[in-house]
C-alpha cells in the first residue's frame, strides 16, 4: 500500500480564551485606599502595603485586626477622616471596599467610576473592575492564581500544589537574576547564547542549592563554553504520554518550557501543546496509518537541520518515544552529525490503559510476562515475523498498538497458534482522552470482525487480566462502549 505525502507544517500557537486577562501592578510608592474597618479589609489593607503602597483607611470602627494591621504596618497604613470623594480626588492607584451592602457599594462605584479609579469590593464581584488572585509569594517572583471567583477553594488547592513544586532558595535566585541581567545583556548578544545561559541559570535555581556569593560577577560566557564558541543545538525526544496532559512528567514539561522548536505528532493533544513555551515555533509532522504522512527522512533531516543551526529542538511524540516511535531512527540521524540527543520517557498507552481498567498487566500467581507488538508492518499489513507462538501464550498479556486495521486477522492468527478463543479481551480507542471509549469481549468477536473502529488510537489488550470487571473503577469516567455488532456479547 502506497501512502501519501506530506510536508512538515509550521503551526503558530494559538491562545484560548481567557475569562480575565492577569495584569501585576506596580505599587511602591503609590496611593491605595480601603473603605471598611473588617477583618477582610485589613487582610487587604496589609496586601496593598506590603506591595509597597501608601494605604488610607476610610473606617468608623476598625476591629482589632485593622488596628493590628495598622500598628504593625509602621505607617504605611493608617485611619483618616477624611471623606472618600475627596482621597479619590488625589488619584489613588486602586480602591478597596468592604461594603455594607449593595447600595453602599453602588455609591462608592459611582465614584470610581467617575474619576477612573480601579476598584474592588470584597464578595461582590458585580461591582468590581478588577479582582485578587490567590497568591504565591516567591518575590521578586509573584504567581497569581485566578478562578474568576468561581472556585476561590479551587485556587487555593492549585496554590498548596505550585508551593510545594517551588524549592525555597527560587526568591534568592530570582533577586540575581535581576543582579546579572545588565551583565548578561553587555556580554551575550541576543538570540541562542543569551537564552542558553538562562537556561543554564534556571537549572541551578531549580536545583534546590542557594546562589553562592559573588553571582552578580560572574561571566556568563563561561556558563555556556568558550566565548565565540559556535553553539551546539540539542534534540530532546519527548514521550508526551497517551493524550492526558496531567500525565505528563516534570521532565517533560521542562523541556516544553526551554524548547526553541517543537516537531510533534498528530496524536498530541492541544492540552499537552498548551504547556509549551509559549515563543516557540511549533512544527506539525504527524504521521497516520493510511493517511497522508510526513516521511521519515524528512523529519530526520528537519531535526538535524535545526539543532545543527543551534536550537534546543523538542520531537514530542505520543506515548513513550522509545515504544514504536521510530525514536532510534532520529536518534541515529543526530549522533551521525554529533548532535546531542537526550530521551525523556513518556507514559505508554499500555501502561494507561492498565491505570484505566484498574488492574495490573502481570500477576506472579499466572501471567508473568508482557508483550506489546505493532499491529501492521511496514506496508500496513499483519507483520508476518513476529513470534506467534510466544504471543498465544495463556500466561502472557498482549498489548498491540496501531492494531485497528488488522485486528481480526490478528485474532484469527493468535488462535490458530493455540490461544483460547474465550480469551478476555479489550478494544480500546483514546485511551486517557476525551473521547476515551472501551469495550470487553473475548477473542473469537475479534477474530469475527465484530467491532467497528472509529479515528482515534486503537490499543488491543489480549489475556486474562483483562476480563471485565463487576464495577467500572472510575464511576465518573464509566466505560463507554465502542459500536460492536450483537454478535459481541453472544
Not at 235 to 261: I, K, Y
Not at 282 to 306: E, H, M, P, T, Y
Not at 371 to 379: E, K, L, M, P, Y
Request: one cysteine or more.
Amino acid at each position: 500500500m502506497t501512502l501519501s505525502q506530506r510536508l512538515p507544517i509550521e503551526v503558530p500557537a494559538a491562545i484560548a480564551p481567557l475569562s480575565v486577562l492577569p495584569v501585576f501592578l506596580s505599587l511602591a510608592g503609590k496611593s491605595a485606599i480601603v473603605v471598611g474597618g473588617s477583618p477582610a479589609a485589613a487582610w487587604k489593607a496589609e496586601l496593598l502595603a506590603s506591595a509597597g503602597a501608601t494605604v488610607a483607611v476610610v473606617a468608623d470602627a476598625p476591629s482589632p485586626e485593622m488596628e493590628s494591621v495598622i500598628l504593625r504596618a509602621g505607617g504605611h497604613i493608617a485611619l483618616t477622616d477624611a471623606a472618600l470623594a475627596e482621597l479619590l480626588e488625589a488619584g489613588p492607584a486602586v480602591v478597596v471596599a468592604d461594603a455594607g451592602d449593595d447600595a453602599e457599594a453602588d455609591t462608592i462605584a459611582a465614584h470610581c467610576r467617575t474619576l477612573r479609579v480601579p476598584l474592588n469590593v470584597i464578595d461582590r464581584p458585580a461591582f468590581c473592575n478588577f479582582q485578587f488572585g490567590t497568591i504565591v509569594n516567591r518575590s521578586p517572583v509573584v504567581i497569581g492564581i485566578a478562578t474568576t471567583g468561581a472556585a476561590p477553594i479551587l485556587g487555593q488547592a492549585i496554590r498548596q500544589r505550585i508551593e510545594a513544586l517551588l524549592p525555597a532558595g527560587l526568591a534568592a535566585w530570582a533577586g540575581r537574576a535581576a543582579a546579572v541581567r545588565e551583565r548578561v545583556m553587555r556580554l551575550l548578544p541576543a538570540g541562542p547564547s543569551r537564552r542558553r545561559f538562562w537556561e543554564a541559570f534556571v537549572e541551578r535555581a531549580f536545583g534546590g542549592a542557594l546562589p553562592g556569593e559573588g553571582v552578580e560577577d560572574l561571566d556568563p560566557r563561561r556558563w555556556i563554553g568558550g566565548e565565540g564558541e559556535p553553539r551546539v543545538g540539542r534534540v530532546t525526544l519527548v514521550g508526551a504520554g497517551p493524550g492526558d496532559a496531567a500525565q505528563l512528567t516534570l521532565q517533560a514539561l521542562r523541556a516544553l518550557q526551554s524548547a526553541d522548536v517543537i516537531l510533534y505528532d498528530d496524536l498530541v493533544t492541544p492540552e499537552v501543546l498548551e504547556l509549551a513555551r509559549r515563543e516557540a515555533k511549533r512544527i506539525a509532522v504527524g504521521k497516520r496509518g493510511g493517511g497522508r504522512s510526513c516521511r521519515q527522512d524528512d523529519i530526520n533531516a528537519l531535526l538535524v537541520q535545526l539543532a545543527g543551526a543551534g536550537n534546543s529542538v523538542v520531537r514530542l511524540k505520543s506515548g513513550d518515544p522509545s515504544v514504536f516511535g521510530r525514536a532510534g531512527e532520529e536518534i541515529d540521524a543526530c549522533a551521525a552529525v554529533g548532535i546531542p540527543v537526550e530521551v525523556v520517557p513518556g507514559i505508554t498507552a499500555a501502561s494507561a490503559l492498565a491505570a484505566r481498567l484498574g488492574i495490573s498487566l502481570t500477576h506472579r500467581d499466572g501471567v508473568r510476562s508482557v508483550r506489546f507488538v505493532t499491529g501492521h508492518a511496514s506496508n500496513g499489513a499483519l507483520p508476518e515475523d513476529l513470534d506467534w507462538r510466544g504471543l498465544a501464550d495463556a500466561h502472557t498479556s498482549l498489548v498491540v498498538y496501531m492494531g485497528g486495521a488488522t485486528a481480526a486477522p490478528l485474532a484469527r492468527r493468535l488462535i490458530r497458534h493455540g490461544l483460547d478463543p474465550s480469551t478476555p479481551l479489550v478494544v480500546a480507542e483514546a485511551v486517557s482522552r476525551p473521547d476515551e471509549r472501551i469495550v470487553h469481549g473475548v477473542l473469537r468477536d475479534l477474530a469475527r470482525g465484530s467491532f467497528a473502529f472509529g479515528h482515534g488510537p486503537v490499543l488491543l489488550g489480549v489475556g486474562a487480566v483483562f476480563a471485565r470487571r463487576e464495577t467500572s473503577p472510575d464511576p465518573a469516567r464509566p466505560e463507554a462502549a465502542i459500536s460492536v455488532a450483537p454478535a459481541l456479547l453472544t
